[in-house]
C-alpha cells in the first residue's frame, strides 16, 4: 500500500497534449476514480502512472519514491484493462500465477496463492479452464485474480467493467468496491461512466482535455460542480442550464417567459463581479412539477415523457430551452400539456457564462 | 432457364480452365512417378507407355543401394533446411517484432529495405556468397549452405511474422510488462507462444524453400557427396550413369516425397503464410 502523487504531469503524443500539467495525489488506501469523455486524458494519466507511457515532463512517485526511469516491470503495480488482456494460450491458472513466477515464488507457494484468491474470487473451479472457456464476467474475475495474487501497492484499472452486460456490471461493481476496501491497496481506477465514478469513488477527479476540472469526494462533486462541463457531465440526467440575463435592481434572472428570484447567498458574488449574463444550472430531480400551477408560476410545455418504471422523465419546454425534470411514475402527462414548474432554490447553481466557473455562493 | 444455363456453362467453363491448369502442372510429377516405377532401360520405349505395362521397383533399390546411397542427400537436406528453418525463425521473429511493434526512425525504409533485397534474384549474387563462404572456410560444408538459405529466408519471413505481430493485442504486451517481465521475457513468452500459427507458416515456406534449393547447394558443395543436398545429388547421378531416367526419376521421387508429405500436413500453414495480408506498422 503506498500512496501515488502526481507532480505537473505532461504527456503529449507530437502535437498532441493528452495530460496537461496535472498534478495529484492519490491517498493511501483509497479508491480514486478518474472519470471523463473520451480523449480527456485518463488512461494516459493511468499509464504513465504503471510505466507504459514515458512522461514528458513532471514526476510521478509511488510510496514516496520517484519512479519516472523506473520500468513498469520494476514499479510493483498491478492493472486490469478493459479488454482484461489474458494471456489467450494459457489456463486461468496459469494468468494468475503469471505474475508470481517473474519474481521467482516458489511453486509450492505460487499453487497455494493462486488457489487461494480463486477461491475468494469464486473461480477455484475454474482455474484448469482457458481464457476462451470463461465468460466475460469469468475472464474478469481472473484478470483480478492476477491482479491480486502479487499484492501491489497500486491496483491500476482501466475502465474493467465496460465489457460487461449492465446488469453484470452493476453487481462487479458492488463486489469490487468491496473488494478494495478489503484489501486496502491504493487504487486508481479510470472510467468515463459518471455513475460508476459516483459509486466506485473514495475521490473524484474529473478531467477534460488533459486537464483536472474538479477534485473531490462524489457527493461534493455532484452537488457543488466546479464549472460548467462538472455539472453536466456527472449526473444523469445531466444538470440543465438556463441562460439568462442578470437584472442586479430585482436581483432576478431572466429569460423569454422566464423570471427567477435569486437566493440570497448568491448576492455577494454578484455584486462583485456584476454579469450581464448568468447561466442557471438545476438538476431534473431538483424541479418540482405541478399539474396545477398556481398563478403567476413558471409554466413549461411537456415536450416528451418518458417513463422509466420507477419515475417518468419529463422533457419540457421552459424559457425557450429544453429542460429535463423527474417525476413521479404515476404522473399523467401528454404531450403539449401545460404544467407548473418550482425551483428547488437550495440546488439551483450559478456559473458565468465564459469561463463557464462556478459562481461562489455564501 | 436462360440464367440457370449460363450459370452451368460458366461453372463448365471454371473448371476446364483449372482442369489445364492442374494438368499442366500434375503432368511432369505424373511422367516422373510412372518413370521410376519402369523397369530401366524402358523408360522412352515406343509407343511411348503413359501407363507401364509392367512395375518395377528396381530403381529405388539401386539408388538406396551401396552405389548412390541417396538417403545420406536426403540426410544432409533435412539437416540443412532444419537448421534453416529455425536459423530463419529466429531472425526473422526478431526482426518483424521489431518491425511490427518499435518505434524507430526510418522504420517503414527498413522494411522496404528488408524486402528490396529479397528482390534480388539470388543468382546475382551467387558469385559474392560463393567468396564470402570460402573466406570463412565453410565451402564444402553444410553450413556453407545453412546460413546463405537463412538470409534468403529473411525478407518473406519477416514480411509474414511483421504482419502477424502487428496483429496481436498490444494489451497483452503491456500486461506482461506490469505483471513484471522486461521485454525479451515478454517475446518469448507471450508473444513468441501466441504468434506461433505464423511462426509455423514461416518455417514451412522456409523448410519447402531450403529443400529445393539447388543452385547455392551446387556451388557450394564443389562435388562433394557428403556435402550434397538431394537437387545436386541426383544432378550427379544423372552425370555419373549415363542419364538413366528411371534412376534420375526413383531419386526424385524420393526427395520429393518428405515434401509432399510435408505440403499436404501443413497445407493450411503454407497458405495462411502465402495470403498473409497488408497491416499497418
Redesign the interface.
Known amino acids: 500500500m503506498a500512496e501515488v502523487r502526481v507532480e505537473n504531469l505532461l504527456k503529449a503524443f507530437g502535437d498532441v497534449i493528452a495530460v496537461n500539467e496535472v498534478s495529484l495525489t492519490f491517498e493511501d488506501g483509497d479508491m480514486t476514480v478518474l472519470v471523463g469523455p473520451s480523449g480527456c486524458g485518463k488512461t494516459t494519466l493511468l499509464r504513465s502512472i504503471a510505466g507504459l507511457e514515458d512522461v514528458s515532463a513532471g514526476s510521478i512517485y509511488i510510496g514516496g519514491q520517484e519512479v519516472n526511469r523506473m520500468p513498469p516491470w520494476d514499479r510493483n503495480t498491478a492493472m486490469v484493462f478493459q479488454s482484461y488482456a489474458l494471456y489467450p494460450h494459457m489456463t486461468a491458472f496459469n494468468n494468475v500465477a503469471f505474475p508470481l513466477r517473474a519474481r521467482r515464488v516458489e511453486r509450492s507457494g505460487i499453487r497455494s496463492r493462486v488457489q487461494r484468491v480463486g477461491e475468494s474470487l469464486g473461480i477455484g473451479k475454474l482455474l484448469h479452464r482457458k481464457p476462451r472457456e470463461l465468460s466475460g464476467g469469468q475472464m474478469q474475475r481472473v484478470a483480478l485474480g492476477r491482479a491480486i495474487v502479487r499484492k501491489p501497492e497500486v491496483f491500476l484499472m482501466d475502465e474493467p467493467l465496460s465489457n460487461l452486460d449492465a446488469k453484470l456490471r452493476v453487481q462487479m461493481r458492488a463486489e469490487l468496491k468491496r473488494l478494495q476496501k478489503d484489501l486496502g491497496i491504493t487504487t486508481v481506477y479510470v472510467t468515463h461512466d459518471q455513475a460508476e465514478a459516483m459509486t466506485m469513488a473514495d475521490k473524484l477527479v474529473v478531467m477534460q482535455g488533459g486537464r483536472i476540472q474538479q477534485v473531490g469526494g462524489p457527493e461534493e462533486v455532484y452537488l457543488y460542480p466546479a464549472n460548467m462541463f462538472v455539472a453536466g457531465f456527472i449526473g444523469s440526467p445531466a444538470m440543465n442550464f438556463i441562460h439568462c440575463s442578470y437584472h442586479p435592481d430585482e436581483f432576478t434572472l431572466r429569460a423569454p417567459s422566464f423570471q427567477y428570484p435569486l437566493p440570497s447567498r448568491y448576492a455577494d458574488s454578484l455584486a462583485s463581479i456584476a454579469p450581464d449574463q448568468v447561466v442557471l444550472g438545476i438538476r431534473p430531480e431538483d424541479l418540482v412539477v405541478n399539474l396545477d400551477p398556481e398563478p403567476g408560476a413558471t409554466l413549461a410545455q411537456v415536450y416528451v415523457t418518458e417513463p422509466l418504471g420507477k419515475e417518468t422523465l419529463l422533457t419540457l419546454e421552459l424559457a425557450a430551452t429544453m429542460v429535463k425534470a423527474v417525476a413521479p411514475p404515476q404522473i399523467e402527462l401528454g404531450i403539449g400539456d401545460e404544467v407548473g414548474v418550482v425551483f428547488d432554490d437550495d440546488a439551483v447553481r450559478l456559473f458565468d457564462p465564459e469561463t463557464e466557473k462556478a459562481l461562489p455562493a455564501a | 432457364m436462360r440464367l440457370l444455363g449460363k450459370q452451368r456453362l460458366k461453372w463448365v467453363y471454371s473448371i476446364g480452365i483449372i482442369a489445364l491448369i492442374s494438368l499442366f502442372c500434375l503432368a511432369p510429377l505424373y511422367w516422373i512417378v510412372i518413370t521410376s516405377l519402369k523397369t530401366p532401360g524402358t523408360e522412352f520405349r515406343k509407343p511411348v507407355e503413359y501407363w507401364p505395362s509392367s512395375f518395377s521397383l528396381e530403381s529405388y533399390g539401386v539408388i538406396l543401394g551401396p552405389q548412390f546411397r541417396i538417403q545420406n542427400a536426403i540426410k544432409n537436406s533435412f539437416i540443412v533446411s532444419s537448421a534453416v528453418t529455425l536459423g530463419a525463425l529466429l531472425v526473422t521473429s526478431l526482426s518483424a517484432y521489431t518491425i511490427a511493434r518499435l518505434r524507430f526512425k526510418y522504420k517503414i525504409e527498413s522494411l522496404i529495405l528488408i524486402q528490396l533485397a529479397g528482390m534480388v534474384p539470388p543468382i546475382v549474387t551467387i558469385a559474392p556468397t560463393f567468396v564470402l563462404i570460402r573466406s570463412m572456410g565453410l565451402l564444402q560444408t553444410l553450413w556453407g549452405l545453412i546460413i546463405p538459405n537463412i538470409a534468403y529466408n529473411i525478407p518473406i519471413g519477416t514480411w509474414l511474422m511483421a504482419a502477424y505481430f502487428a496483429g496481436l493485442?498490444t494489451?497483452?504486451e503491456?500486461?506482461?510488462?506490469?505483471?513484471?517481465?522486461?521485454p525479451f521475457?515478454t517475446f518469448w513468452r507471450?508473444i513468441i507462444?501466441?504468434a506461433a500459427p505464423g511462426l509455423f507458416s514461416a518455417g514451412v515456406l522456409a523448410f519447402l524453400g531450403s529443400w529445393g534449393e539447388f543452385m547455392l547447394a551446387l556451388t557450394i558443395s564443389l562435388g562433394l557427396p557428403s556435402a550434397q543436398t538431394v537437387p545436386v545429388a541426383i544432378l550427379t547421378f544423372s552425370q555419373r550413369h549415363e542419364l538413366q531416367w528411371a534412376w534420375v526419376s526413383a531419386g526424385i521421387v524420393l526427395s520429393l516425397l518428405p515434401v509432399v508429405v510435408m505440403v499436404l500436413i501443413f497445407q493450411k500453414w503454407v497458405i495462411k503464410g502465402l495470403t498473409a495480408g497488408a497491416v499497418k506498422y
Open positions: 493485442p494489451d497483452l503491456d500486461a506482461a510488462r506490469v505483471d513484471g517481465y522486461p521475457s507471450v507462444p501466441l
